[in-house]
């Protein structure tokens, strides 16, 4: 198969857009539409902090990386969870990555921070480990982000990601998540910082090809504490889909956003934030999840 503009060898076929580019016009496409997204839904200008939490992974690496490439000011963090042999080896990619290509990184280690690594805290309480995880890296990313005055803190979701929450969403009707369902998450408080998503139009296909294109070494392991989550069930599904019907997970996602900003009116009543005691971040309670999950509500007393 021939590039489509030059002739020459191609290297990718986007079949939903039917299109076949070689190295060089992959390069060129995927990052003019990166910044398409980035300026169609305002998401950051050039010369603002744009904070990105990066864990090793094919999706995060790629997204500071392109960023870092259109003339942004990118900055990373890579939170150290201290899971055995796997925070080790996502730290060692992250540090190689972040020398290679010149992008900051701050390695950011729990345990130093608070007094217990991810495994140690949930061998001490009862939730489920995969929440914990997920309520600690939310509040590390943005306090830090906060802190380094980011105009935004950049995720790597990607089309897959979109397309499979959303028809979790539709299949339950859950009018307020799909209300809120955006590439860009505005703050819901002054001490929030906005999420936005420059890759959620690419699939994961086309964000590896992309990484290995620019020799970027990323993290094939697993979570050790990853129990396939159900998304994967929705992407399967949304694959076999794709396979028969190219576009169809494209198709999809940006139409129910056009519907989303015309017709969806979903009056969302935001939970009442107020300051928590032992921080000062905001939250619904007295003292935040976070605090309350490394007991520094009992250290206080
Ligand atoms: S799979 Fe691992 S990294 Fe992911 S949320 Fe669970 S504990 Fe955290
Ligand atoms: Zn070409
Ligand atoms: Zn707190």
């Known amino acids: 198969m021939k590039c489509k503009i030059c002739g020459e060898k191609a290297i990718i076929h986007l079949r939903q857009h039917n299109l076949a580019l070689c190295r060089k016009h992959f390069i060129e496409w995927f990052e003019k539409h990166t910044e398409k997204t980035i300026k169609k839904f ?9 904070a990105i939490g990066i864990s090793g992974g094919k999706d995060s690496t790629a997204v500071a990386l392109a960023l870092k490439r259109l003339g942004y000011d990118v900055r990373g963090i890579f939170i150290d969870l201290g899971i055995p042999v ?3 080896y996502s730290r060692n990619l992250v540090t190689n990555f972040s020398s290679k290509f010149g992008i900051p990184i701050e390695i950011y280690n729990l345990k130093e921070h608070y007094g217990e690594s991810l495994p140690e805290l949930a ?13 600690i890296k939310r509040y590390i990313l943005n306090k830090w982000a906060l802190e380094i005055g980011a105009a935004a803190l950049v995720t790597g979701h990607n089309l897959d990601d979109e397309a499979a929450t959303l028809l979790s969403n539709t299949l339950r009707w859950d009018a307020s998540y799909l209300a809120k369902q955006n590439p860009v998450l505005p703050p819901t408080h002054p001490k929030f910082v906005k999420k936005v998503k420059p890759f959620a139009f690419f699939t994961e296909r086309e964000i590896a090809v992309y990484a290995i294109v620019m020799g970027i070494e990323f993290s094939k392991m697993s979570c050790p504490f990853s129990k396939g989550a159900k998304s994967l069930r929705y992407k399967h599904v949304l694959n076999e889909l794709e396979v028969q019907s190219p576009g169809t997970k494209l198709r999809f996602y940006r139409e129910f956003l056009k519907f989303q900003k015309d017709y969806l009116k979903v ?6 934030l107020r300051k928590c005691k032992i921080c000062g971040m905001p939250t619904t309670l007295e003292v935040c999840s976070f605090c ?8 206080e007393d």
């Not at 305002?42 to 744009?50: A, C, L, N, V």
């Not at 309350?292 to 250290?299: E, N, P, S, V």
């Open 86 to 88: 796997y925070s080790e």
């Open 123 to 135: 061998a001490r309480r009862r939730d489920k480990i995969c929440s914990m995880c997920g309520t």
């Open 42 to 50: 305002d998401m950051f200008r050039r010369g603002e902090p744009i």
């Open 267 to 272: 009056q969302i009543e935001e939970p009442k």
């Open 292 to 299: 309350r999950i490394f007991g520094l509500d009992r250290k």
